[in-house]
């Protein structure tokens, strides 16, 4: 800013008027000098009254009174042409030895700002010394235009030189001043950004991925001042838009020419241009999202203006510290918990989700720590976060993934799924927190659990609480140390037959397995709005994955049939829920879910099969995997259903309510499908 104060009046001034007024009194102290010495008789008291009044005149500029005379600098060579007319004409006109004084006096015309002011000081001066010479003489008409031609026309050319040079230093101090001031405010655009990315990275780290992305938009679209702003991840897809006017012209992520932006970018590891208008919005830039050295895998897009270099730079510097960001968010893309600094819940979903689709057996380890909340009470809340964060240290050491599930929980994620390498690790989970109790001077005490679960296992949820449950009954068996074997080994056991069954359902048709995840993922969510109990809802899951295990039976020629089946056909299909459980009957391990296997079929009105039960008579579990069923299966391709949105799914669910489908339900389900876009959104 330092350079935009320097130039915030006058793009050009001369000599400061103390200054100016100093070389006058200077100038006319010497002229005084020099008639005194002289002592011609050519000089008159005119010339004396001349150099009097330009030491007066000078006098003022110096004390800068009055304010007018200072501020009127055009009126100097004004002033000057008075008083050397009546000092030339005193002191010999045409043959006085202070003729150069003109050139002196023409030097001011470079204070003139337009042609008009330089044409007037120009007459002004170069009459002074044409008028001064005549009354010299006596009569004008006497003077010789080839004697005083070339002195005039000297002093004219002078005082127009001057003036053009004054013109063209206003106009280059004038554009110096533009620069210096350009040049300032885009320090100050850099310097707020650095701000911004240094006091808000580190709390960009608490966000989830989304949270972040909308930042960086936002942030984006306010440095470079365009009217659209856009940042997309390309690894999971994430991105989100920003703009000035209305968000429903926007150009999204699904535009081509967006995504052509990006993917560029990302190719080319540098910035990158289009002139292409997009939805009325022209002039875009791309700037690439990651670490210095690493493969590009994002981009932020701006638009609508033409942006320059310092547009550019400024991006840059946006895009290296958000990459930082995201690059640890990897780890947490649901944001991370401010006071352990560790992922949070969402995060381990979210987590937990990704690995398990991307084919990674896991092994989940839930860590309980018996004493935060009593250390807390007894230390405060301050004191309480400072264990958390040194608790969340330790946990994290050698790279571990861990996350804050609740207030006294932690949750581990193992790669693979061998129960001696996720022993160590519950040992070394142990011993951490040993050493924090140790070094904290405050008991605290540990049960842990451990659920396995196999790549592609889409009930997320049911894992987290399978390990939840055997950490509450470790801690109820022992004080501190669980028995993780014993503790999900009934799990275990249960889990591999159903893998077993799933495994040769998948035999027969490949897709099955993800239509049976998730319909025993709606349902534990529908089940959880309707407030069943963790048993009921265990057997609601376990049945939702068995419950088309009858279909091991029928024939391929049916099973896969692209077109509508015959009447005969038809009846094979409908003996699968009896056929399911008879072969699920001899299991005592999978005696509970019996019930949602024979029963999925029924209806609310009494219509379904196999014993046509109604409304009540209907196990609630068989009610709830029927809805999420038939929900699931609508939004898959055939034989499952006809992939239609999920937004006309819901329509069909809700017409089948009290017909087909139990209202409860029908309610429950859509109340939490409605909860899950939201959530979405605003994710």
Known sequence: MRLAEQHTGEPFTTAPAPKAGLLRIALAGSVVVLMMNTQSSSETPGAYLAAGLALLFGALLVFERPGFIVRAEFARPLVDSVLLCMLIAGTGGESSPFFPLYLVAAL????????????????????????????????????????????????????????????????????????????????????????????????????????????????????????????????????RTVLAGDPDVCPSWWHPAIQRLVLWSCLEGDTVRSDEPVHGIEGFM????????????????????????????????????????????????????????????????????????????????????????????????????????????????????????????????????GESRARAAVSSLERSIAQEAAASAFPLTVSTGIAFAEAGDEDVEGIIETAMRALAAAGERTEGVADVTRSAEGDRRTNGVVRAFVATLETRDPRISDHLRGVAGISRRVGSKLHLSPDQIEVLVLGAMLHDVGKIGVPDHILQKPGRLTEEEFEVIRRHPAQGASMLAPIQDLASALAVVKHHHERFDGEGYPDGLRGGSIPISARIVSAADAFDAMMRDRPYGYGIPREAALEEITRGSGSRFDPEVVAALLETEIEASRSSSAG
């Open 286 to 417: 791309a700037v690439p999202v990651g670490l210095a050295k690493s493969e590009k895998w994002g981009a932020i897009v701006v638009g609508g203006k033409e942006f320059d270099a310092e547009d550019e730079r400024i991006l840059k510097l946006l895009a290296g510290t958000v990459a930082r960001v995201l690059e640890a968010a990897k780890d947490a893309p649901g944001g991370r918990d401010p006071a352990s600094r560790l992922p949070n819940r969402a995060s381990l979903l979210r987590v937990l989700r990704r690995d398990l689709v991307r084919g990674r057996a896991l092994a989940v380890i839930a860590v309980g720590v018996d004493g935060i909340r009593r250390f807390g009470r007894r230390r405060g809340p301050v004191v309480k976060d400072a264990l958390v964060r040194r608790l969340g240290e330790r946990l994290a050491a050698d790279q571990r993934l861990v996350f804050r599930y609740e207030e006294e929980t932690f949750v581990a994620v193992l790669g693979g799924s």
């Open 108 to 239: 001011q015309v470079v204070r003139a700002a337009t042609f008009v002011k330089i044409f007037v000081a120009t007459a002004a001066l170069s009459g002074s010394y044409l008028l001064a010479v005549g009354i010299a003489v006596g009569n004008l008409g006497d003077l010789s235009p080839f004697v005083m031609g070339p002195r005039v026309g000297f002093v004219a050319l002078f005082c127009v030189v001057a003036g053009a040079l004054g013109i063209e230093t206003r106009s280059l101090e004038s554009l110096n001043s533009g620069l210096s001031r350009t040049i300032a405010i885009e320090q100050g655009r850099t310097r707020n950004v650095e701000i911004l990315v240094s006091d808000l990275g580190p709390a960009l780290g608490v966000l989830d991925i989304e949270g972040i992305l909308g930042w960086t938009a936002g942030a984006a679209r306010s440095v470079s001042e365009g009217s659209y702003a856009h940042v997309a991840a390309l690894e999971g897809g994430s991105h």
